[in-house]
């Protein structure tokens, strides 16, 4: 069974600083999906990036980027230039790939970000 | 476009009872999965729906029921409540889950209290 770890039970960071976010996963699939999530105080949960296992390149979106490690099972999600709306519950999950469509997310127990102005 | 719509927002039920909780996806997803979210055991997967059939289902009692009716509108059931059952569930949606391109968007839950 596929199983996400987020070492890192809370963070905190300066306004304006960058941090980065812990993530690890065991799989023996081939083939599979990493996101994370933010979930804010209102408590829905919004997609802040995705990656899939076969590429290379580590995905990029805006102020977000990840660190894919796929030899280590690492997904390490950096957060530049924080804002205070920044400020959140953040979950790694995993999707796997193999073995016919699924949306079944598994989630890592998430790490709470703090950002001090 | 409307996001994914889930009633009732909040809700309190005695122990014992059932509760029906709904969820609307966006328009054109047909996959559904919902999620109960708790302190104490994080977030994990309840079942998934495609097209109207259970495709993935998470190891939860039979209390916990669900169905997907064919404008892809699901609701899931639970029964018989325990204290436990008090969480927030959390819906899901999506166009397929065969293609790399497909992303899973969320609702705002439904917050259940069990007393």
């Known amino acids: 069974a596929q199983t996400v770890t987020q070492s890192q039970p809370e963070m905190s960071v300066q306004e304006a600083e960058t941090v980065t976010l812990s993530c690890t996963y065991d799989?023996?699939?081939?083939?599979?999906?990493l996101f994370w999530y933010k979930q804010p105080p209102s408590r829905q949960m919004i997609l802040v990036i995705r990656?899939?296992?076969?590429?290379?390149q580590n995905a990029t979106e805006n102020r977000f980027s990840v660190n894919f490690q796929k030899a280590a099972k690492s997904f390490s999600l950096k957060i530049s230039d924080s804002q205070l709306g920044d400020a959140a519950m953040y979950f790694c999950a995993y999707r796997s790939g193999n073995g016919g469509a699924t949306n079944k997310l598994i989630f890592g127990t998430g790490t709470l970000l703090a950002v001090q102005p | 476009k409307a996001g994914v719509t889930q009633t009732p927002r909040y809700l309190i039920k005695t122990r014992g009872q059932q509760v029906t909780l709904s969820c609307s996806p966006i328009s054109g997803h047909r996959s559904v999965s919902w999620y109960q979210q708790t302190p104490g055991q994080g977030l994990q997967f309840l079942f998934e729906?495609?097209?109207?059939?259970?495709?993935n289902k998470g190891n939860f009692p039979g209390r916990f029921s669900g169905r997907q009716f064919s404008n892809s509108r699901s609701e899931m059931n639970v029964s018989t409540l325990e204290l436990g059952d008090s969480a927030l569930y959390l819906c899901a949606s999506s166009r397929t889950g065969s293609d790399s391109g497909n992303t899973i968007y969320f609702g705002e839950g439904s917050w259940l209290t069990v007393v």
């Open positions: 799989t023996s699939e081939s083939d599979y999906y």
């Open positions: 729906y495609f097209s109207e059939t259970q495709r």
């Open positions: 990656q899939e296992a076969y590429k290379q």
